[in-house]
């Protein structure tokens, strides 16, 4: 048929393209210093600190990172071998974040768009987390992660207590009027792990981070009835696990697409109409709220997680009455079955989800948790 065509020469050297060799030529520090420090933000923190010993022109160059994660994995990993290089591994860290947040440029007008704080760090470096904190909101840092107990015991009173006296300042004069001492317009993803903090502290954020899109709540104590509320939230994921004392959560959030909770019981729903995917773990005892507490919902979800972390039976879900799920597209069931038990009364999910699309069914054992979404 018509048409034109090339001919290749197998002989042509692709090496004739180039004018000289430019092999020795250093290309990468030509590049403007911000082209250079976006660069380096993308690089592990240790890694972006190496580059100073490159040339004079690199020295100060990873001081400027906006993204500051201070991730310790294998010395964690060190901890979990051998938990008795947890107290020298724990003054290293803070020695480690110290050193770089003293050697951070001193202009506020810098901005941070990470900043994660991920190890075994106790109340007994509280004023030196906080200290990191105020940097960060100085910074008006985008995206805050603080878990401090990645091994170790879990109990309350070796947490670090948040303190709201960094967030806002009570009038001496005026009863209830208070002062934000920070900016935290610039707010968009807020993750707090094993810590102490307040409901008023929480709902502080809430109301003051007017960018706020995800907020994720591990293992935290001292919460106890959370409302996450309002009209002009933009909130698009709320995601709640194991915190201790926690009795109620009330949820009003016009653009919250997903929600992960641990609790049933205490559990209000109203004005979700984006809210699409859920995840939820429900108690045996309390599984007759659970269709109750959904109501408002079940017609919009595509993604429906149900933890049931208790002895199964055949006919412990039928029982209950759930609605049509007409808009479900994958459903996972994560459950704990007694010994005689089958899957075959989980199969009413099949007939009341006609648009069902994965059926996921998951044996776990008691204690596990839905995995915690990444910041």
């Not at 045996?284 to 269709?291: D, E, G, Q, S």
């Not at 209950?320 to 038990?341: I, S």
């Amino acid at each position: 048929m018509g048409g034109n065509s090339v001919i290749c020469d197998s002989r042509f050297q692709l090496k004739k393209c180039a004018a000289e060799r430019l092999d020795n030529y250093d290309w990468m520090s030509r590049l403007p210093d911000d082209i250079l420090v976006v660069i380096l933000s993308s690089l592990p923190l240790k890694e972006a600190g190496r580059t100073s010993v490159l040339s004079s022109s690199w020295k100060n160059l990873w001081k400027q990172t906006s993204r500051l994660n201070f991730n310790a994995s294998s010395a964690l990993d060190k901890i979990a071998r051998d938990p008795k290089l947890r107290c020298e591994e724990r003054h290293m860290y803070v020695r480690w974040v110290n050193s770089v947040l003293k050697s951070a440029p001193r202009k506020e007008a810098l901005n941070l768009e990470h900043f994660r704080i991920c190890f075994d760090v106790g109340k007994g470096f509280s004023g030196t987390i906080t200290k990191w904190l105020k940097f960060a909101f100085k910074r008006r840092v985008e995206r805050l992660e603080l878990n401090l107990l990645e091994y170790g015991d879990n109990e309350s009173e070796k947490q670090y207590v948040f303190p709201e006296d960094i967030l806002f300042r009570k009038s001496i004069d005026i009863p209830h009027q208070t002062t934000t001492l920070y900016n935290f317009n610039s707010l968009k993803v807020l993750c707090f792990k094993n810590i102490s903090i307040s409901d008023e502290a929480i709902e502080f954020f809430l109301r003051n981070c007017t960018s706020l899109e995800q907020l994720v709540l591990q293992d935290i104590n001292q919460l106890s009835n959370l409302e996450v509320r309002g009209p002009s939230l933009v909130l698009k994921s709320l995601y709640e696990s194991f915190c201790v004392g926690l009795e109620s959560i009330k949820v009003s959030a016009p653009n919250l697409t997903s929600l992960a909770v641990s609790i049933t019981e205490g559990l209000v729903l109203e004005n979700v109409p984006m809210l699409v995917d859920l995840a939820i773990t429900c108690q045996k005892r309390h599984m007759p709220l659970l269709v109750p507490a959904l109501s408002c919902c079940f017609s919009q979800l595509e993604i429906l997680t149900l933890r049931l972390p208790w002895g199964y039976k055949d006919h412990d879900i039928a029982r209950f009455n759930f609605p049509e799920l007409l808009e479900l597209k994958k459903l996972v069931v994560d459950f704990t079955p007694e010994r005689d038990a089958s899957v075959l009364g989980l199969m009413i999910f099949m007939r009341i989800s006609p648009n069902l699309e994965e059926f996921l069914l998951m044996r776990s054992e008691q204690g596990d948790t839905i995995s915690t979404p990444t910041p």
